[in-house]
């Protein structure tokens, strides 16, 4: 069996991370798409909301399965019986990122692998950051974000606007 678990805080989900989990979803037998519970980043969306937005999008995959997790990644690739972990690269900036941890993640499990798939050219300039920043100006994120989420996340920062 071969398990992929992609990690990463979703916050919100969008467009590059659809193309990553629907490529990945072809090379694996499962895919795994693990939503960070803590970490440094601190969210903007509920860890729930952030996994209900996520089985919508994966929802017309098979093989795919949304999970939390919390503590050591290298702890929860053990218990999930993974092959490796997937993440993805938008620039060499991503990479600078992501080789620390890849040489964390194999000092604490030896087994603990990282795959890496490139963002596909069209999405590679897509970021929660930048989706998060429209949102609140209220502008339109449908060109960035799965067409099935795009009501849900722009209700919910109306919302949160007529809050403040
Ligand atoms: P994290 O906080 O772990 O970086 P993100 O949700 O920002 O979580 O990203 C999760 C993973 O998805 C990371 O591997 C990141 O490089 C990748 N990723 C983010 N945006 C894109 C994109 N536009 N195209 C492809 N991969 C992306």
């Given at each position: ?12 989900p969008h467009k590059?991370h659809l ?34 937005l996520?089985?919508q999008v ?84 449908s060109?960035y974000v799965p067409e099935c989420i795009v ?14």
């Amino acid at each position: 069996m071969f398990r992929l678990i992609y990690p990463g805080s979703f916050d919100p989900p969008h467009k590059g991370h659809l193309d990553l989990i629907a490529r990945a979803s072809v090379l694996a037998d499962e895919l795994i798409v693990a939503v960070l519970q803590n970490g440094d980043k601190a969210g903007q969306l509920s860890l729930e909301m952030r996994c209900k937005l996520l089985k919508q999008v994966c929802a017309g995959f098979d093989n795919v399965r949304v999970r939390t997790f919390r503590g050591a990644l290298a702890d929860f690739f053990s218990e999930e019986k993974a092959t490796a972990l997937l993440r993805g690269l938008r620039s060499a900036d991503d990479f600078g990122y992501e080789l620390p941890m890849t040489v964390v993640n194999r000092g604490l499990k030896a087994d603990c692998e990282t795959l890496f798939l490139a963002a596909s050219p069209e999405y590679s300039y897509i970021s929660s950051s930048l989706v998060r920043e429209l949102l609140r100006l209220q502008k339109d994120v449908s060109p960035y974000v799965p067409e099935c989420i795009v009501p849900e996340l722009e209700d919910l920062y109306q919302e949160q606007a007529g809050k403040k």
